[in-house]
């Protein structure tokens, strides 16, 4: 996903990624034994731009409640959302608490949702965050769980979640105490809500959400019902008034912030608030429950009632969160490996669980794609389709471990097709934001197809993706260059920066996978047209570099070309935030045909070492993190594809605020993770293989549907000299799907050398 860094800034935050977190919280101090659930950290990934949030959430959850702490003139945070590039709401280097956020993205690059931020002070009212914002002391987390204390007024801010609705609760001082809601900041770019008070503790409104990534028209609409359990003292609005010329003389409050406390009504605006004041006695606890919907008031209270039913405890709904993110982590058993490997993996199979995420209501209804109507499901409906990303290796993961999921999701994207008439690029809450390049939906839907789902139209899936592959370019919003792609079997450079290798490599391993649909459905003419498409990155070989580089409209290559130019996210010719060396093998569905172009495999391997040793590999972006992979295509190589891939998992993934190399990009980092320390790899999207690699551990438990996939280690090493499937020999360190989850054992033979 997006991640225009600045240099000075990401060296500068990674050498200060090794900053203590606060530990996740041990559960554990009665010596019971751990589950998967205790070993997750969320603090991992809240620098070093992973973008990830420490708050609570349940898995797949709409719902997120997550400390914001990137705003107000504080010598106390290092990174404010309104100085630089900043797409999250909490920063662990960051100390100056201005509210907690409700309904976050994890591990983006652009900023967007983090509103709704709800803050408890005490003294005298204040509604200016600089001044009413607080140091955070003492810091927990755990699934589902987050706590902390704020220094400047003594109160404790404890938190959980249930899917749609979040239960915080707050210990205050004696004294005047207060209950500030703040709908004109948030990390979202939009502006403009709408709040009423109900009663003397009830709250409802809405707040305009959207303009993720340049896209100004996407926006859409959060609703929400705040709701205390006890009734205010006091209660009113406060709203920033805009300055005045003259008749500032009749209005003292002009460019100021105005506290309402005579109105009762509604009141709307780009800048407004409400809050509640009670007068508390020492240690006592406030409780607050919120439930939010994207379709109305209504369904957000509907949200809440059935989630929150009426003497439901805190303590109860936070152990149910726990108890669910602890069966959806047990899927995967892991034994040997450091605290600190099961840490990590853990906390990467967590982050892999939050997005997508479900959309629907209780009561099914949901916003339709691009549209004002009002749809409704009986399964989940799931959005956050950052498919760029997670078309690499997440969704895939969903399709072993969940596949009932994985095809929910599916029949999410063709609802999509029904509603808007195109499959998702970036779905963001039914708006299509159309970030980043490609058609990543096709390797997605084909991926899941030749795995064995069968839960969805596959004609109806075929149609769409057939579709984006062929519409001309003019009325492609998927495919906006497909004219001269159709024409040419490359996209040509219409400006410098115009990032045409990268949609063009995107389109070969999207038409390779529609190649393969297509045969599967009896579709032949079709095979070999898209087959033939998707060999087209041939076009772009520079044999003078040994790289791929632009092609100009005139039919030559762009001089003056340098293959390291794009390093450090600087602007590139023709690539996307990465250089040529980044790109070039970026061929997964024809690795043998590129080693061909390179001269032969001596060659290939000779130039794809370089790409690591001359430190032209990137971990924190997508088109070549399946590099490491490539070398077991060629038999005698596995080795270097092990030794790679243990060196990456311990520089880069660690068990500190920084152990995500860059964004976590809705869990695709983290799903390389998964599957890295496990042992194997999905390396070509929309084929269904694996490449196998050296795990982590001694051995690892799946628990797929129906029976359990056991793999284990024996001997001592890194290096893999042979795998056994169920006691027999495998001739290949590559493998297919069907093969793998129908075997029982598989057992990886180490040793120190290769």
């Given amino acids: 996903m997006y991640k225009p860094f600045i240099l000075s800034l990401l060296l500068w935050s990674t050498a200060v990624a090794a900053t203590a977190a606060p530990a996740a919280s041990p559960a554990t101090t009665d010596g019971s034994v751990k589950q998967a659930v205790d070993y997750v950290n969320p603090f991992i990934g809240t620098t070093n731009f992973g973008t990830c949030n420490p708050g609570a959430i349940c898995p797949r959850g709409m719902m997120s409640v997550t400390p914001f702490n990137v705003m107000g003139d504080s010598k106390a945070n290092v990174i404010n959302k309104d100085s630089l590039w900043w797409s999250t709401p909490y920063e662990i280097r960051n100390r100056f608490l201005t509210g907690f956020a409700h309904v976050n993205l994890s591990g983006v690059g652009c900023p967007e949702l983090g509103s709704l931020l709800l803050m408890p002070t005490a003294g005298a009212l204040d509604v200016d965050y600089n001044r009413y914002g607080?140091?955070?002391?003492?810091?927990?987390?755990?699934?589902?769980?987050?706590?902390?204390?704020?220094?400047?007024?003594?109160?404790?801010?404890?938190?959980?979640?249930?899917?749609?609705?979040?239960?915080?609760?707050?210990?205050?001082?004696?004294?005047?105490?207060?209950?500030?809601?703040?709908?004109?900041?948030?990390?979202?770019?939009?502006?403009?809500?709408?709040?009423?008070?109900?009663?003397?503790?009830?709250?409802?409104?809405?707040?305009?959400?959207?303009?993720?990534?340049?896209?100004?028209?996407?926006?859409?609409?959060?609703?929400?019902?705040?709701?205390?359990?006890?009734?205010?003292?006091?209660?009113?609005?406060?709203?920033?008034?805009?300055?005045?010329?003259?008749?500032?003389?009749?209005?003292?409050?002009?460019?100021?912030?105005?506290?309402?406390?005579?109105?009762?009504?509604?009141?709307?605006?780009?800048?407004?608030?409400?809050?509640?004041?009670?007068?508390?006695?020492?240690?006592?606890?406030?409780?607050?429950?919120?439930?939010?919907?994207?379709?109305?008031?209504?369904?957000?209270?509907?949200?809440?009632?059935?989630?929150?039913?009426?003497?439901?405890?805190?303590?109860?709904?936070?152990?149910?969160?726990?108890?669910?993110?602890?069966?959806?982590?047990?899927?995967?058993?892991?034994?040997?490996?450091?605290?600190?490997?099961?840490?990590?993996?853990?906390?990467?199979?967590?982050?892999?669980?939050?997005?997508?995420?479900?959309?629907?209501?209780?009561?099914?209804?949901?916003?339709?794609?691009?549209?004002?109507?009002?749809?409704?499901?009986?399964?989940?409906?799931?959005?956050?389709?950052?498919?760029?990303?997670?078309?690499?290796?997440?969704?895939?993961?969903?399709?072993?471990?969940?596949?009932?999921?994985?095809?929910?999701?599916?029949?999410?994207?063709?609802?999509?097709?029904?509603?808007?008439?195109?499959?998702?690029?970036?779905?963001?809450?039914?708006?299509?934001?159309?970030?980043?390049?490609?058609?990543?939906?096709?390797?997605?839907?084909?991926?899941?197809?030749?795995?064995?789902?069968?839960?969805?139209?596959?004609?109806?899936?075929?149609?769409?993706?057939?579709?984006?592959?062929?519409?001309?370019?003019?009325?492609?919003?998927?495919?906006?260059?497909?004219?001269?792609?159709?024409?040419?079997?490359?996209?040509?450079?219409?400006?410098?920066?115009?990032?045409?290798?990268?949609?063009?490599?995107?389109?070969?391993?999207?038409?390779?996978?529609?190649?393969?649909?297509?045969?599967?459905?009896?579709?032949?003419?079709?095979?070999?047209?898209?087959?033939?498409?998707?060999?087209?990155?041939?076009?772009?070989?520079?044999?003078?570099?040994?790289?791929?580089?632009?092609?100009?409209?005139?039919?030559?290559?762009?001089d003056p070309f340098n293959p390291k130019q794009g390093e450090n996210f600087e602007p590139s010719p023709g690539f996307h935030e990465g250089n040529a060396w980044n790109y070039t093998f970026f061929v997964p569905h024809d690795v043998m045909g590129l080693a061909k172009l390179m001269g032969g495999q001596k060659q290939f391997v000779q130039r794809l070492q370089k790409v690591f040793d001359d430190g032209n590999f990137d971990p924190a972006n997508e088109p070549d993190i399946a590099y490491p992979y490539l070398f077991s295509r060629f038999k005698g190589e596995e080795w270097r594809t092990q030794k790679l891939t243990r060196e990456l998992i311990d520089k880069y993934f660690t068990n500190t605020p920084g152990g995500i190399p860059g964004n976590d990009d809705t869990g695709t980092m983290s799903a390389w993770a998964v599957f890295t320390m496990m042992g194997f790899y999905p390396d070509c999207p929309g084929e269904p293989y694996y490449t196998f690699t050296s795990p982590v551990f001694d051995a690892v438990t799946l628990h797929l549907p129906g029976h359990d996939l056991r793999l284990q280690t024996v001997g001592e090493g890194v290096y893999v000299n042979r795998i056994l499937v169920d006691g027999k020999p495998l001739n290949s360190f590559r493998v297919g799907h069907q093969l793998l989850v129908g075997a029982k054992t598989l057992t990886f033979e180490r040793s120190t050398a290769h």
């Fill in 134 to 558: 607080s140091v955070m002391g003492t810091e927990k987390a755990t699934p589902g769980y987050y706590c902390v204390d704020l220094k400047k007024y003594g109160i404790n801010c404890e938190f959980t979640a249930t899917p749609r609705t979040s239960r915080e609760r707050f210990t205050y001082p004696a004294g005047e105490s207060h209950l500030l809601l703040n709908l004109g900041e948030g990390l979202t770019n939009e502006s403009g809500a709408t709040v009423r008070f109900v009663n003397d503790h009830e709250l409802e409104g809405s707040k305009l959400l959207g303009t993720f990534c340049y896209n100004p028209q996407a926006v859409f609409p959060i609703y929400f019902v705040v709701r205390v359990n006890r009734s205010s003292d006091r209660h009113g609005y406060w709203k920033q008034m805009r300055p005045m010329g003259a008749e500032a003389q009749w209005d003292s409050t002009a460019g100021k912030r105005k506290i309402y406390t005579g109105y009762g009504r509604e009141i709307s605006g780009d800048d407004i608030g409400a809050w509640l004041t009670f007068n508390t006695h020492e240690g006592e606890q406030v409780e607050v429950s919120v439930g939010v919907s994207f379709v109305s008031i209504a369904n957000a209270r509907e949200n809440l009632d059935r989630e929150q039913p009426a003497g439901t405890t805190f303590e109860q709904l936070a152990q149910k969160a726990k108890a669910d993110w602890n069966r959806q982590l047990s899927r995967i058993e892991v034994e040997g490996g450091t605290e600190d490997q099961r840490t990590v993996f853990y906390t990467a199979l967590y982050h892999t669980l939050i997005h997508p995420n479900i959309l629907q209501d209780c009561n099914g209804q949901y916003p339709m794609m691009e549209s004002d109507s009002i749809g409704r499901t009986s399964r989940n409906r799931y959005t956050v389709f950052s498919l760029w990303d997670t078309y690499r290796n997440l969704h895939q993961l969903v399709t072993l471990l969940w596949p009932d999921v994985q095809t929910d999701m599916l029949n999410s994207m063709l609802a999509m097709y029904r509603e808007h008439g195109w499959l998702p690029k970036w779905e963001l809450y039914s708006r299509e934001t159309y970030t980043m390049e490609g058609d990543p939906a096709i390797p997605v839907m084909v991926d899941s197809w030749l795995k064995g789902l069968r839960g969805f139209d596959v004609n109806l899936a075929y149609e769409a993706m057939r579709k984006g592959a062929t519409t001309p370019g003019k009325d492609n919003p998927l495919r906006p260059d497909n004219d001269d792609y159709m024409r040419l079997g490359y996209v040509p450079m219409e400006s410098q920066y115009d990032n045409s290798v990268s949609h063009a490599l995107e389109y070969y391993v999207a038409d390779n996978a529609l190649s393969i649909i297509a045969d599967s459905l009896g579709h032949r003419a079709d095979a070999r047209l898209f087959r033939k498409r998707s060999l087209g990155y041939k076009h772009y070989y520079r044999k003078a570099f040994g790289t791929l580089c632009p092609i100009t409209k005139e039919g030559r290559f762009y």
